[in-house]
């Protein structure tokens, strides 16, 4: 199932907050529970509605480990927050990149989940929300756990 979650950017600071905040404890549920593919943050201009950039993180979980109760496999923390910083540091750099948002946005937070996995309130089914109309994609390095494998993809409209 694809699932989102929408913030329009209308919020203040504590809405905000509050609205990650739910949406960081139900990921985090499904990622204990091996059941997240996917992870994309899309921004839209939110007066034409257009998808102008897509942020995708492909997760591989290995399902493994849950058939194997006593198994656990610890990934050296060391190791994990070196993975993330190497992307966050992509992340970062790619700002000399990507085109400047120059009208108001909003943004979409989609999960792809397991076919099986229900859909909690306030959450809904809906489409991939793709960049479309001369967008270019740029792969930027994943990272591996001893659980999961990420894959970072920004697509992003050409201006």
């Given at each position: 199932a694809v699932v989102s979650t929408q913030s329009t950017g209308e919020t203040t600071d504590e809405r905000?907050?509050?609205?990650?905040?739910?949406?960081?404890?139900?990921?985090?549920?499904?990622?204990?529970?091996?059941?997240?593919?996917?992870?994309v943050l899309v921004m839209q201009d939110l007066e034409t509605k257009e998808n102008i950039e897509r942020w995708s993180f492909d997760i591989a979980c290995d399902k493994s480990i849950r058939n194997c109760p006593d198994l656990t496999k610890p990934?050296?923390?060391?190791?994990?927050?070196?993975?993330?910083q190497d992307v966050i540091r992509q992340i970062v750099s790619s700002v000399t990149f990507l085109p400047?948002?120059?009208?108001?946005?909003?943004?979409?937070?989609?999960?792809?989940?397991?076919?099986?996995?229900?859909?909690?309130?306030?959450?809904?089914?809906?489409?991939?929300?793709?960049?479309?109309?001369?967008?270019?994609?740029?792969?930027?390095?994943?990272?591996?756990?001893?659980?999961?494998?990420?894959?970072p993809t920004?697509?992003?409209k050409m201006p």
């Amino acid at each position: 199932a694809v699932v989102s979650t929408q913030s329009t950017g209308e919020t203040t600071d504590e809405r905000l907050k509050n609205y990650l905040d739910q949406c960081l404890d139900q990921l985090r549920g499904w990622l204990n529970n091996l059941t997240v593919q996917k992870l994309v943050l899309v921004m839209q201009d939110l007066e034409t509605k257009e998808n102008i950039e897509r942020w995708s993180f492909d997760i591989a979980c290995d399902k493994s480990i849950r058939n194997c109760p006593d198994l656990t496999k610890p990934a050296e923390l060391k190791t994990i927050q070196k993975g993330i910083q190497d992307v966050i540091r992509q992340i970062v750099s790619s700002v000399t990149f990507l085109p400047i948002l120059e009208s108001s946005c909003s943004f979409d937070i989609l999960v792809y989940t397991d076919h099986d996995v229900t859909i909690p309130v306030g959450w809904d089914e809906t489409t991939a929300k793709i960049v479309v109309g001369g967008s270019e994609n740029v792969q930027l390095k994943g990272f591996s756990t001893s659980v999961h494998t990420v894959t970072p993809t920004i697509s992003y409209k050409m201006p």
